[in-house]
């Protein structure tokens, strides 16, 4: 989670300073906003994956309401 946010930031930076016009900004901010989310369903959903074939035992809360 937390690298996924370093990189989007580097990411939308260097996107930025690359486009490098003001009034191309708010197309480029979309366009990034589309691609991070498509980023984060890629790792999120490769990071279920990989505990679910790990077979990680679910936290249980109902031991701690007893």
Request: positive net charge; aromatic residues 16%; hydrophobic residues 55%.
């Amino acid at each position: 989670m937390i690298m996924s946010i370093l990189f989007h930031g580097i990411w939308d930076f260097v996107g930025s300073v690359a486009v490098g016009s003001v009034l191309s900004t708010t197309t480029v901010n979309a366009t990034f906003i589309v691609s991070n989310l498509i980023l984060d369903l890629i790792l999120f959903s490769g990071a279920w994956f990989y505990l679910r074939a790990k077979k990680i035992p679910s936290i249980r809360l109902d031991r701690f309401y007893r």
